[in-house]
């Protein structure tokens, strides 16, 4: 399976804290993506990485990658209790024609 | 980013009838989209790969006739869930993919069979 996993699959932490997130793959990847989703709802699309980049930012975001570890991370600094989601990486395998393989997510609860 | 809309956003439904989600593209055409479902606090399972103007690719272990996807243009693609039954119940999202950018989810569509 090119199933990616996330981890921790749980996280809880404090306002103002910084949330950190790992995913593992396990095929050559094209790009990979994070996506955020609150309870119920749909996706929302945070980053995307190629593979023949190392680190991209945006906002409170930052994200890497390590094609030889085949790993990213999900950086949030300065959380907030509004970033309490589902977080998940999705990679784009070579050959895939563009389809989206999901890790299972890591729950990040912000608390106030 | 692009926008993506998914329609309805909830429908219950009595067994044994069909229920059609849609998936617009509003701002971006895609020549593919994509079909999710997802059940709860688990990760999004692909269930077929849409295209405009040819027969949609299901994944294994995804019924054809059960779930009728056409992809009639280049910003709409709609999954049938037809004759549905409570195991149909689901949360089921669509993604387009823009060249550039990436793929863009729509809200999704929480399907619930009584």
């Known amino acids: 399976s090119q199933q990616g996993e996330e981890d921790p699959q749980a996280l809880s932490i404090q306002e103002g804290e910084n949330a950190t997130m790992n995913c593992s793959y396990k095929?050559?990847?094209?790009?990979l993506q994070w996506y955020r989703q609150n309870s119920g709802r749909g996706l929302v699309h945070l980053i995307l990485?190629?593979?023949?980049?190392r680190e991209k930012h945006s906002g409170r975001l930052r994200v890497t990658l390590d094609t030889s570890k085949k790993s990213s991370s999900l950086l949030i600094t300065a959380s907030r209790a509004a970033d309490t989601a589902s977080y998940f990486c999705?990679?784009?395998?070579?050959?895939?024609?563009?389809?989206?393989?999901f890790g299972k997510g890591t729950l990040l609860t912000v608390n106030p | 980013g692009a926008v993506v809309s998914q329609h309805p956003s909830r429908v219950i439904c009595k067994s044994g009838t069909s229920v059609k989600i849609e998936c617009r593209s509003l701002?971006?055409?895609?020549?593919?989209m994509f079909w999710y479902r997802q059940f709860p606090k688990q990760s999004l399972m692909l269930m077929a790969t849409?295209?405009?103007?040819?027969?949609?690719?299901?994944e294994q272990g995804v019924e054809k006739d059960k779930f009728l996807i056409n992809h009639a243009s280049l910003t709409l693609s709609t999954l049938t869930v037809t004759s549905a039954h409570p195991e149909d119940s689901s949360f089921y999202i669509c993604?387009?993919?823009?060249?550039?950018?990436?793929?863009?989810f729509g809200q999704g569509t929480r399907l619930t069979v009584v």
């Open positions: 701002d971006f055409q895609a020549t593919t």
């Open positions: 849409s295209n405009e103007g040819s027969k949609a690719t299901y």
């Open positions: 999705a990679t784009v395998w070579r050959g895939s024609n563009y389809k989206l393989t």
């Open positions: 993604s387009a993919r823009d060249s550039a950018l990436g793929a863009f």
């Open positions: 095929t050559s990847i094209n790009n």
């Open positions: 990485i190629r593979s023949n980049e």
